[in-house]
Nanobody, 115 residues
Framework: QVQLVESGGGLVQAGGSLRLSCAAS????????ISWHRQAPGKQRELVAT???????SYAGSVKGRFTISGDNAKDTWYLQMNSLKPEDTAVYYC?????????WGQGTQVTVSS
């Protein structure tokens, strides 16, 4: 069993930055990758970025060049650095992982970007 807790969301003006954190506890040795997803009001949850334990990142096209995913394996904590934020980035952001075919989600953190 793995527990994921996000933090770092908030209200920011367009063009600003935020750094989200995802702290894992429990059976963290089972984590092979962490992904960040987001869900805006009235829209489906979408994948934002993924990073493996070895540090290989991948990004959705809409955030590439603006967001950076990273991780501190020693602390079992992963980050999403978000720069040049746009109003369309407004959403609840979730970190998630898949262990033995079971999806684990955090509770989410709200990011609101004002124009």
């Amino acid at each position: 069993q793995v527990q994921l807790v996000e933090s770092g969301g908030g209200l920011v003006q367009a063009g600003g930055s935020l750094r989200l954190s995802c702290a894992a506890s429990g059976s963290t040795l089972s984590i092979r990758f962490i992904s960040w997803h987001r869900q805006a009001p009235g829209k489906q949850r979408e994948l934002v970025a993924t990073i493996s334990r070895t540090g290989t990142p991948s990004y959705a096209g809409s955030v590439k060049g603006r967001f950076t995913i990273s991780g501190d394996n020693a602390k079992d904590t992963w980050y999403l650095q978000m720069n040049s934020l746009k109003p369309e980035d407004t959403a609840v952001y979730y970190c998630t992982t898949l262990i033995d075919s079971r999806r684990h989600w955090g509770q989410g953190t709200q990011v609101t970007v004002s124009s």
